[in-house]
């Protein structure tokens, strides 16, 4: 009878053990590592003492992958490389999760996949599943009616929003008065939230600066309502220090201001 002869490289086949085998399957060595095995994923041992590693080579337009599966799914995990795309996929519970894009970004597959943060199992809490930062055209209306007219080049703001959490920049000049009515409302890029308990509101110190006034700068706090999507803007009078509070409206301003809007808030 003739014994099996191993291709060259290989030094090992299922059912032929020999002195220095590694695993309990396939062993494919081009030299000694060293190193010994996993009892849990020794089905198949590559061993080289250099650099050593597995080639998948498929068509241009077509997927390499690594499929794990189980008696009720062949597939059920995936890692797998689309050539056409150049791009990774992940695939668990028998659907894709999260793609490495070929600039080297994390993609998730869907807007309600994140990262658990500070904790070890799933806790809606600790969630990150947003982050955005960029520019909006904010305006400013009258809570009646009407608006003032942004100065060229003072009607976009700021932000950077982490989660829930949204911080807002703006640095405002207005030239124009549009028959504006009421209070004075600023725009902003997302409805703040409706929270429980009592923290229903958000406030930072601010100014508004207009010829209207008493002086020509107010100082006081730019106001941010539950459930809202604009700010508005309270001072104090200055006659003495227990003056009344008073909310910024068109008999404030004749058109022509300006002022800074930083503050941060929680969204919706």
């Known amino acids: 009878m003739v014994a ?4 060259a490289g290989i030094t090992t086949y299922k059912g032929t053990p020999s002195a220095g085998d590694l695993g309990v399957g396939l062993h494919i060595k081009s ?15 590559v061993e080289g003492s250099g650099d050593t590693g597995i080639q998948i080579l498929s068509g241009a337009s077509s997927e390499a992958g690594i499929a794990f599966g189980d008696s009720g799914d062949s597939n059920i995990g995936l890692i797998g490389y689309d050539h056409a795309n150049n791009r990774f996929r992940f695939k668990t519970n028998d659907a894709v999760q999260w793609y490495l894009d070929s600039s080297g970004n994390w993609l998730p597959a869907a807007t309600d996949h994140g990262i658990y943060l500070g904790v070890t199992t799933a806790t809606a809490a600790n969630l990150l599943d947003d982050y955005e930062e960029g520019e909006w ?48 409302y600023w725009s902003l890029p997302f409805t703040s939230a409706a ?11 601010g100014f508004i600066r207009d010829n209207s006034f008493g002086t020509n700068a ?12 604009y700010v508005y803007y309270y001072f104090s009078r200055e006659e ?9 409206d068109e008999g ?17």
């Open 4 to 7: 099996k002869v191993p291709p």
């Open 218 to 229: 107010r100082t006081g706090v730019y106001y941010c309502s539950e459930g809202t999507a």
């Open 31 to 45: 030299a000694d590592s060293g190193g010994s095995v996993t009892s849990t994923t020794d089905e198949l041992v």
């Open 137 to 184: 055209t904010f305006t400013i209306t009258g809570s009646n009616s009407g608006n003032l007219g942004a100065r060229s080049g003072y009607a976009k703001g700021s932000y950077v929003k982490i989660g829930n959490l949204c911080h807002v920049t703006m640095r405002w000049e207005t030239d124009t008065d549009n028959s504006i009515s009421g209070n004075l």
């Open 252 to 268: 404030d301003t004749d058109g022509t201001g300006e002022g800074v809007i930083t503050f941060s808030y929680r969204t919706a």
């Open 240 to 248: 003495d220090y227990n003056s009344t509070i008073e909310v910024a």
């Open 195 to 205: 929270p429980t308990d009592n923290a229903d509101a958000w406030v930072a110190p």
